[in-house]
């Protein structure tokens, strides 16, 4: 039986991808992404590779999200401000509780860094320095950031160039990336919670 | 409707000739678009001066109406300057709506400040049972999404429709500018495609096109949506984020208004970039819009109830198909 192309290419992905070093997902603590033993990009295709196990190690960070919300009362449209409010917090310290040991790297791991500053460096090279100065407008200043630290609620959120965002591998809804003065943040979006960082990668003027 | 105009006619002649007197850089652009009575008359000092209301009646019974807020979450005094005004604008043109663009909570986001910097400045329109629909700015929390008062639906980005009987239906999309996602493209590509013959109007926080000295227009975001509005036909865009009142020149059909001042103002902001064709940065404003058939009716406003720019423009026709 043949196979149409995509499938062919859906296999040996799929096959390198399982021919490659996956200890990392299989040692860490059920939905609790670590930084230890990435898988190696010996592969043909090594950022493909390191995409795979990023979007893995997100994948397996939702199942902990979705587990955690269930810890916490839902949101519905017509919930009250205070009922909102509340809820935010309890899900974000929920989130922290149930994660005490993230680090820095445990979905930025050291073979993807790589590909993503490539991508970052490519979509800011096409930008003039007014663009480039034009993102710091509403960037807020002197943000303590760091993983399992709430993004500071009464701080505006820098607008995520919609180029660069194209150009990133797409994330479930829960989770977004943003920019906070060099760094890039991967951001829990309902729980307000930082659960990564890359730092000094985005190249604006300090 | 002939005396409404010549009405109209006459405040601009009046206004135009105090804007002549004013010098140039503070004189509003008064170039006349594709509108059969377009009557652009903003001026530095027509938004001055005591309170009042020039509001103009809607043009027909059978139109949709509704307000447009820009950037309002302070739960200041200019907040609840132009809460009041609108209000009043209401007595004379009875919008059935609001939009809000975006920015509708600034700061902290307890319980109280959802009272504070929205409930209560628009109380009496809540009261009227007057809905408003909210698009999120980058000040402003997703978990916003849930509130009902906000009539998002628990979503990011969505589409609601009015029609009445008589009149083309209206097709809104309030899109998250804040972070533009494939999955969000996607969805702004397929609810453009099906919603026919209706008018489509979006709206969003950061604007395609501006004059802002602060922000300027989001080029970025423009090279990702303005295809798919092009393809669509989407008729007008309402955005923020820039605190003053912008009506472009249109921009390949489309027809971009600003109108992020509704409590925050960005004084003298607005640059010379030759895309503005109204420009209103001396004090906070707001929009009524009409839509009565194939014609789009717009007024901006100032905090103190002066018109600060009005006219209106026939739906462009939809994009020929390959």
Request: charged share 20%; net charge neutral.
């Amino acid at each position: 039986m043949a196979y149409p192309p995509t499938v062919m290419v859906a296999l040996v992905v799929g096959f390198v991808a399982c021919a490659s070093p996956q200890e990392s997902a299989a040692q860490a603590p059920k939905s609790v992404p670590t930084t230890q033993n990435p898988p190696r990009a010996n592969t043909v295709n090594a950022y493909g590779a390191a995409t795979k196990a990023f979007l893995d190690r997100v994948q397996e960070y939702m199942i902990f999200h979705n587990n955690v919300e269930k810890m916490v009362p839902p949101l519905t449209e017509g919930s009250h401000p205070e009922e909102i409010t509340k809820r935010g917090m309890a899900l974000g310290a929920m989130l922290v509780k149930q994660r005490p040991e993230a680090r820095e790297g445990d979905f930025f791991i050291e073979e993807y860094r790589a590909y993503l500053i490539k991508i970052i460096q490519e979509d800011f090279a096409k930008r003039p320095m007014a663009d480039r100065k034009a993102l710091l407008v509403d960037m807020p200043k002197d943000v303590k950031i760091g993983v399992n630290m709430v993004y500071p609620p009464v701080l505006p959120l820098a607008t995520f160039p919609a180029n660069l965002l194209k150009a990133l591998p797409e994330l479930p809804k829960v989770l977004e990336y943003r920019i906070v003065g060099q760094h890039l943040i991967l951001r829990d979006v309902t729980g307000n919670i930082i659960i990564d960082v890359l730092r000094n990668v985005i190249p604006i003027p300090k | 409707m002939a005396s409404k105009y010549r009405t109209i006619q006459c405040a601009a002649i009046l206004l135009l000739t105090a804007a002549c007197a004013m010098p140039s850089q503070n004189r509003p652009q008064s170039r006349d678009v594709t509108s059969a009575s377009s009557t652009p008359i903003a001026s530095r000092a027509g938004a001055m001066g005591t309170a009042s209301n020039d509001t103009l009646p809607p043009t027909s019974q059978t139109s949709i109406r509704f307000a447009v807020l820009g950037d309002t979450g302070t739960g200041e005094r200019r907040q609840y300057d132009v809460a009041a005004q609108l209000w009043k604008s209401h007595e004379t043109f009875p919008f059935e709506f609001v939009i809000l663009v975006g920015d509708n909570l600034y700061g902290s986001e307890r319980a109280q400040d959802y009272a504070r910097k929205f409930e209560v400045p628009y109380k009496p329109i809540l009261d009227a049972n007057i809905p408003f629909y909210a698009a999120l700015g980058n000040h402003d929390d997703t978990n916003q999404i849930f509130y009902k008062d906000f009539n998002m639906g628990g979503q990011r980005f969505y589409t609601f429709k009015k029609d009445k009987r008589g009149s083309p239906g209206v097709r809104f999309f309030a899109l998250d500018s804040n972070y533009m996602t494939r999955e969000q493209l996607n969805w702004v590509d397929k609810e453009l495609a099906a919603s026919g013959s209706d008018w489509k109007i979006a709206f969003f926080h950061h604007p395609l096109y501006s004059s802002g000295g602060r922000h300027g227009s989001e080029v970025d975001l423009r090279e990702q949506l303005e295809p798919l509005f092009l393809t669509h036909g989407l008729n007008a865009v309402f955005a923020g984020h820039e605190h003053f009142y912008e009506r472009l020149k249109p921009q390949k059909g489309i027809y971009y208004f600003t109108a992020g001042g509704s409590a925050k103002l960005r004084q003298g902001n607005i640059r010379k970039t030759g895309m503005t064709e109204v420009g209103f940065d001396a004090d906070n404003s707001y929009m009524l819009v009409e839509i009565a058939g194939d014609i789009m009716h717009f007024q901006a406003l100032s905090r103190a109830g002066r018109l600060v720019d009005s006219g209106s423009f026939t739906r462009q026709p939809p994009p020929s198909q390959p």
